[in-house]
């Protein structure tokens, strides 16, 4: 089937354009902001309304920043190197979620030092609001026809705009189901029947590790990288160490809370 005609602009005001894959941002950290007020709700942390919006300021910030940073580094460092003019241009596109991640991170860390709450605490919360990130920007990705998967004959495939003739697996959608509905899900499973603190944040890393490896083998590799270490892709060196160590970490923290 053909890709279905979608403009990637769903609104225009003279020369001001608004984009999905934009909309997808703003409706992922207005779900953050609810997400992280009612687990404050529940976990009774001494947290405001405006902290919250706080937390969701940083957040973002480590999302864009890191997520900025680590596809120049991971991805095309060359390029930029030749170009760095074009590390401001982020309409363009480039964004690594292995970046955003480590973002996320020193974000809240930073936070969670200046507010005195258990680093640990916060990241299982944000462990709840990333899939819900995760699968709206993969839904922004297809609107986009970016990021689309390898070539298939598969009833589904879809020929898209840029992907040459044949049809390619509408990788896009994988990962917005299994990094977004899916690993939401679990992660909500492990917060409500763990009491341990980092068990929920921990099973986010392995479930999105072992998601992205998974898909990594439908998605089609940057074209300026191609597959690295014999058949992977670097999404895929990059998401193993976080399935292994965050596998490793649930698991031992869930059995030192049965002893």
């Known amino acids: 089937m053909h890709f279905p005609q979608i403009d990637p602009v769903f609104l225009r005001i003279g020369p001001l354009q608004f984009r ?9 950290f207005v779900a953050t902001y609810l997400i992280l007020r009612s687990e404050t709700r529940r976990k009774q942390l001494p947290l405001t309304a405006d902290d919250v919006a706080d937390l969701v300021f940083f957040g973002a910030l480590g999302v864009v920043l890191g997520g900025r940073l680590g596809y ?16 401001f241009a982020v309409w363009e596109g480039g964004m690594s979620f ?10 809240f860390a930073l936070y969670a030092r200046r507010k005195q709450i258990p680093f640990f605490t916060l990241i299982d ?50 990962e917005a ?52 270490v014999a058949f992977f892709s670097m999404g895929q060196l990059l998401s193993l160490p976080m399935f292994l160590l965050g596998s490793f970490m649930a698991f031992r923290l869930y059995r030192s809370a049965q002893q």
């Open 125 to 174: 919360m944000a462990a709840l609001c990333a899939p819900v990130g995760l699968g709206l920007g993969r839904i922004g990705n297809f609107i986009n026809a970016e990021l689309y998967g390898r070539q298939t004959d598969v009833p589904w495939g879809i020929i898209f705009p840029g992907g040459g003739p044949l049809p390619r697996h509408p990788s896009q959608l994988y």
């Open 20 to 28: 999905w894959y934009g909309l997808m941002y703003v409706l992922a």
């Open 177 to 228: 189901l299994l990094e977004g509905l899916a690993l939401f899900l679990i992660v909500r499973a492990a917060s409500r029947r763990s009491p341990v603190t980092g068990v929920a944040g921990w099973t986010f890393v392995a479930g999105y590790g072992l998601f992205r490896f998974i898909i990594e083998f439908f998605r089609q590799p940057d074209d300026h990288l191609g597959l690295l």
């Open 98 to 107: 292995h970046g955003g991640f480590l973002g996320v991170i020193i974000a």
């Open 72 to 87: 120049i580094l991971f991805y095309k460092l060359p390029f930029y190197l030749a170009h760095p003019l074009q590390i």
